[in-house]
């Protein structure tokens, strides 16, 4: 099951609209128990929390929108105090609403100048919007590799992917946890190339207090449905930039400057229609004013697993930096060793873990050799512009052998998992311990 697919079933399965927090006791026995899988007592004895939570605050802002009968944001006013609000809970001095994290990117790389002949660097653990943005200006995406241990670009092998035509950076605070901030920064310092953040799973998540977002040129962020704001789609670029805030809104209002509808141009020579909705900006109003709460308590639950699972020989929760004051823990991604469970697959393992009652998935697949992403070589505009030898050495560039290890270990839990209880985590560990200890008739099972 993918990520999208889980949260439409945990959404459903959840059925009540407000979270629910089982309290019920560990009913499989202890951690020697029959597995599930093999016909013992599920180590989940709980309901887990449905997504999104609604109560009358979402009614109320919708139904305002709906019928102050202006639901675009060129002559509405909620994307304005949407804006108003992330600004003070993110404390960036300018944000800009957008239709999606893909339009936020876009929207980024658009104001940079992004263009045919630039490379911009991104990592392979990602989701692919990181690389189509790239691709839909014609620029050559350039993977660097992955730290196994915290599943984040490699900051300290970007240096070695800078040439001439590095035009951005663009690591991805994967799972909301931040990539190595200061690091990333350094080396773009020192060779004078601009940061954009790829923030879009990590709302609220922090790097020595201040938020993600904030350090870079400017950063993205996704309300996509599965994210930790969600407005069903939608998008926000922070930036403390005053001249990019405004090139990023004339770029996201095709190439049109100004608050309100107006047929004089701004900035550059490109445009297109990124305008986020009123409806999207007052659904997102009712859902800040829990975020922080939820937040707090994904923290919390996150930290307990991490303590738990440390103790468990062959799983590696991801680890974070030592910046990171705060994960928005949008994943819950640990490393699964089948060595440590007498060598039963990963599959049979997620298997086993589904029959406990724990939803988990593999997660990202190898990017960088994906048809979709290597057939980029074979594409008539690539070859029109860069060349066969280019595209063939842009092929060989490519690498990630560690991103390659971290593939075929990585496990993924999902943020409404860590609204939980604390009983929760506990049963998430015990069903893996129990697997652990039955590793061997599940395998032959
Ligand atoms: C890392 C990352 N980048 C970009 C996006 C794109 O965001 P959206 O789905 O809102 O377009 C996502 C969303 O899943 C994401 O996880």
């Known amino acids: 099951m993918n990520r999208r697919n889980f949260i439409t079933a945990a959404s459903v399965a959840g059925a009540g609209l407000v979270i629910g927090v089982p309290t019920v006791a560990c009913s499989s026995g202890g951690q020697l128990a029959k597995p599930a899988i093999l016909g013992g007592t599920k180590a989940f004895t709980g309901t887990w929390p449905g997504w999104p939570v609604i109560d009358q605050v979402d009614e109320t802002e919708l139904v305002n929108v709906l019928k102050s009968k202006s639901w675009c944001r060129l002559g509405g006013k909620t994307a304005t105090r949407f804006e108003e609000e992330f600004k003070k809970l993110t404390g960036a001095t300018n944000a800009l609403g957008v239709s999606s994290g893909t339009s936020a990117l876009y929207t980024m790389l658009g104001a ?28 050559l995406p350039i993977f660097v590799d992955s730290d196994i241990e915290t599943f984040q670009m490699d900051a300290n092998k970007i240096e070695a992917a800078i040439t001439g035509q590095t035009k951005v950076i663009m690591p991805v605070h994967i799972g909301g946890s931040p990539f190595d901030i200061d690091k990333v920064l350094e080396v773009a310092g020192k060779h004078k190339i601009p940061v954009l953040e790829d923030a879009c799973q990590a709302h609220l998540a922090e790097w020595k207090g201040k938020m993600v977002g904030n350090w870079g040129l400017a950063g993205g962020f996704s309300f996509q449905a599965s994210k930790n704001l969600n407005s069903g789609e939608g998008g926000v670029i922070l930036t403390n930039d005053e001249q990019f805030a405004k090139n990023c809104y004339i770029f996201h209002n095709q190439g049109q400057g100004g608050k309100a509808t107006s047929f004089s141009t701004g900035f550059g020579t490109r445009g297109t229609n990124m305008r986020i909705t009123e409806f999207q900006a007052g659904v997102l109003l009712a859902q800040m004013t829990r975020v922080v709460e939820q937040t707090k308590r994904r923290t919390e639950n996150a930290n307990y697993l991490t303590k738990l699972l440390n103790d468990i020989p062959g799983i590696m929760p991801a680890k974070l930096y030592k910046g990171v004051t705060r994960s928005a823990y949008h994943l819950y991604m640990f490393r699964y060793d089948k060595t440590k469970f007498a060598g039963l697959d990963l599959s049979k393992f997620l298997e086993a873990m589904h029959a406990e009652g724990i939803p988990c998935s593999l997660g990202y697949g190898k990017m960088n050799k994906d048809a979709y992403v290597t057939d980029l070589a074979k594409n008539p505009h690539y070859l029109k512009i860069y060349g066969e030898k280019t ?36 049963q998430i560990a015990e069903a893996i311990r129990k697997i652990q200890k039955n590793a061997t008739a599940i395998s032959k099972a």
Request: aromatic share 10%.
């Open 112 to 139: 940079v100048g992004t263009g045919p002949g630039d490379e911009v660097i991104i990592p392979p653990y990602t989701f692919v919007a990181t690389y189509n943005v790239v691709v839909l200006n014609y620029a």
């Open 391 to 426: 595209m063939k050495e842009w092929l060989e560039r490519n690498q990630c052998p560690e991103n390659d290890k971290l593939v075929d270990q990585a496990v993924w839990m999902y943020q409404t998992m860590l609204l939980g209880s604390k009983t929760d985590m506990e």
